[in-house]
């Protein structure tokens, strides 16, 4: 066996060795520390390892001698060449016979490449984080459960910071995942899944967005967690929405149109072969032919203009009790032909307000006959009732329209009031409620919905009885719907 000297050992061990009397002079060093950092004679560990003046504020070695136990701390030294090091430093005391400590030993192990990679992995995190955050969309990881487990600013600041939550409760305020859930289909097959969603935020606003979503994988290559992005493209439906609008007024007056035009020609017929035959009476029912449809084509033409853009409310002192009377009349054959009982409660004292008569009418009936369709609907009751409440004050007017219908889910009613969102799947267009909620609001006025699955539905409109000082806004109607005296329900 070879026997090596302890110089030996002291020189060749691959980390730098120093021994430190009390006041941190260097008494010994190894070849490495020697090659290093240079000459130790006379001189101390703080010259030779940070040319500074003055001893570290946070010494091991001084710790060492002070409470006879090994320390730890990392490092910047630098070497004789200008270049900087981090190192790992252990100190361990150095005992004479009689117990006492007479020097610390110091072993420094450069860790300046992997304090390197650290650096690298925390600037790629904070990059990583940056561009996460900084992504313009909605940026979710939902793992097996659909637990939120990370979310981006935008997400957090659009849906709320509640980390560990689950997506359809963030989303869509559900008590349940949401059928088919897009996340759930691509844990199953590991593909990427694209769909569209309407959503709540936290302030109650409903967006359209576009879904993708794609697997994370683990080191071992399965699945642990699904990322969701979720992009804005609410304008994008508005613009759809109006030139689907645009698009269905002109498919629902076309008709309308041909039928006038020929009835104009048939006019223009009469009027012209009563000429040539000088019959006086001809002439004139033909004229009568022409003035009537010249009429139905200037009130078309106006609905036309009515519903294709803003217009201002025409304000009109309203009867309410005659009011009340003209409404229950439209809707009372519709009610006894459902088999449903229409009740009209009018307070004595309801007196007048100042409304655009046929906007509230139209949003009135729109409105109970949602009420209607919804105890049409329901199968799970024997008898039904619709009821519609006129109450107010000096201030203002509530009209409440109850039912003991279907009911709506918590998702269904945050989307109600949306344009083109119908719970009648193809019975139903989507603009009532829309249309409905805008002319209340351009009065000046809200809409109050509360409803439950199997309780019914209860709307509450309270309208101020005169308009403010402040010009009211317009009342929005949606192309496509060109009868002006009903609004379709929703």
Known sequence: MVTLPYETYYDEMPCYVSVQDKNLKLISANRRFREQFGAIEGRYCYQVYKNRPEKCELCPVERTFDDGISHRSEERVTCLNG?????????????????????????????????????????SRTRYRQLFDEVPCFVSIQDRDLNVIDANRLHRETFGERYGGKCYEYYKHRDEPCTPCMVHNTFDDGQIHVHEEVVTTR????????????PLHNADGEIDSVIEISTDITPIRQLQTQLTNIGLLISSISHGVKGLLNGLDGGVYLVNSGMKKGNQARVEQGWEIVLRNVSRIRSMVLDILYYAKDREVEWEDLNLSEFAETVHGVLQSRAEELGVELIFEVAEDIGHMQADHKAIRATLVNLLENSLDACRVDKKKDEHTVKMAFSGDAHSVQFKISDNGIGMARETREKAFSLFFSSKGNEGTGLGLFIADKIVTSHGGQILLESEPGQ??????????????????????TAGQPNSELVNGG
Not at 85 to 102: L, M, Q
Not at 203 to 214: E, G, K, P
Not at 456 to 473: A, I
């Open 456 to 477: 019914g539905s209860c709307f509450t409109l309270d309208l101020p009885r005169e308009p403010s000082e402040k010009k009211p806004d317009s009342v929005t109607q």
């Open 83 to 123: 270049r900087e090091v981090s190192v790992i430093v252990y100190t361990t005391p150095i005992r004479n016979e009689a117990g006492e400590i007479e020097a610390v030993m110091e072993m420094s192990t450069d860790i300046t490449a992997i304090k390197r990679l650290e650096t690298q992995l925390k600037d």
């Open 203 to 214: 302030d109650d606003r409903t967006l359209n967005v576009l879904v993708h979503t794609s």
